[in-house]
Nanobody, 126 residues
Framework: QLQLVESGGGLVQPGGSLRLSCAASGFTVDHYVIGWFRQAPGKEREGFSCINGSGGSTKYADSVKGRFTISRDTAKNTVYLQMNSLKPEDTAVYYC???????????????????WGQGTQVTVSS
């Protein structure tokens, strides 16, 4: 059974850091496009970072560029999201998604037959 499990969320003060993990089972992360998405209350789910299976190229939305870093550890079959300089507007439920094929940008929602994790809450507040 293919599964993604996010972890690492929590409460952090503005300017702080968190590292999220997206642990995969049933498939290998370096064969899939893996994306990070977030959804704040009352807002649509938005993609902000992704890593391609072949070559491992990465992409970031302007809102997180320079603050967030996506990476993967093939030995642990896990994709990470290092989040620095967190802002209150980063507060959301964070999800990871995986697909062999993505329609359009991997920052979008075009994950064909995609797998999604259950999400992890990130709250940035003083």
């Amino acid at each position: 059974q293919l599964q993604l499990v996010e972890s690492g969320g929590g409460l952090v003060q503005p300017g702080g850091s968190l590292r999220l993990s997206c642990a995969a089972s049933g498939f290998t992360v370096d064969h899939y496009v893996i994306g990070w998405f977030r959804q704040a209350p009352g807002k649509e789910r938005e993609g902000f970072s992704c890593i391609n299976g072949s070559g491992g190229s990465t992409k970031y939305a302007d809102s997180v560029k320079g603050r967030f870093t996506i990476s993967r550890d093939t030995a642990k079959n896990t994709v990470y999201l290092q989040m620095n300089s967190l802002k209150p507007e980063d507060t959301a439920v964070y999800y990871c998604a995986a697909s062999l094929s993505v329609v359009g940008s991997c920052l979008g929602l075009g994950y064909v037959d995609g797998y999604w994790g259950q999400g992890t809450q990130v709250t940035v507040s003083s």
